[in-house]
T-cell receptor
Framework: SQQGEEDPQALSIQEGENATMNCSYK?????LQWYRQNSGRGLVHLIL?????REKHSGRLRVTLDTSKKSSSLLITASRAADTASYFC??????????????FGKGTMLLVSP | EAQVTQNPRYLITVTGKKLTVTCSQN?????MSWYRQDPGLGLRQIYY???????DKGDVPEGYKVSRKEKRNFPLILESPSPNQTSLYFC????????????FGPGTRLTVL
């Protein structure tokens, strides 16, 4: 079952610009996580935001969560060519899930040009 | 170094030839899981394990088996691989299941001819 859906599917920007990716989901959650994947490699965890949090920062990353709209956004500020990657949001199954599963969206491909 | 390892990293095989992809983690995590990643479909969970001897199906378990005899290992078994199992496979682990961040292995690219 697909829970999170990222938007846009692809994003192309210049170095120094900000990149914003959005994630929408359908059911209640305990937490939402963002991951990065460089081409064909393993996913790397970026940020986890709990359902009772509204915003979190980590370096150049800012994540917001709006549980009333069932959506989250990932903002990368002052992007660099090294930020070129696919970005995925992942959601758990909410209160009744027993923390057993994490469902990933299809991802946003970000291309940062020098 | 905390890590999740997978072997092999690349495998080309033929239809029907049983194979096992190994996954091992050194972080003493209770939770381990397997995903497959296909173009346009994102990551889909195959099986997960909450602890030793506790496994359960994910979204796409058909054609796969798993076992969890030791905490650190979670092998993925394809008893009779078919071409539709050609994919990129990832193993992941975490403490407290989906409550916490997942640590992913480097991936295994499987081609079934």
């Amino acid at each position: 079952s697909q829970q999170g859906e990222e938007d846009p599917q692809a994003l192309s920007i210049q170095e120094g610009e900000n990149a914003t990716m959005n994630c929408s989901y359908k059911t209640s959650i305990n937490n939402l996580q963002w991951y990065r994947q460089n081409s064909g490699r393993g996913l790397v965890h970026l940020i986890l935001i709990r359902s009772n949090e509204r915003e979190k920062h980590s370096g150049r990353l800012r994540v917001t969560l709006d549980t009333s709209k069932k959506s989250s956004s990932l903002l990368i500020t002052a992007s660099r060519a090294a930020d070129t990657a696919s970005y995925f949001c992942a959601t758990d199954g909410g209160l009744n899930s027993g923390y057993s599963t994490l469902t990933f969206g299809k991802g946003t491909m970000l291309l940062v040009s020098p | 170094e905390a890590q999740v390892t997978q072997n092999p990293r690349y495998l080309i095989t033929v239809t029907g030839k049983k194979l096992t992809v190994t996954c091992s983690q050194n972080m003493n995590h209770e939770y381990m899981s397997w995903y497959r990643q296909d173009p346009g479909l994102g990551l889909r969970q195959i099986y997960y394990s909450m602890n030793v001897e506790v496994t359960d199906k994910g979204d796409v378990p058909e054609g796969y088996k798993v076992s969890r005899k030791e905490k650190r290992n979670f092998p993925l078994i394809l008893e009779s691989p078919s071409p539709n199992q050609t994919s990129l496979y990832f193993c992941a682990s975490s403490s407290q299941g989906s409550y916490n961040e997942q640590f992913f292995g480097p991936g295994t690219r499987l081609t079934v001819l």
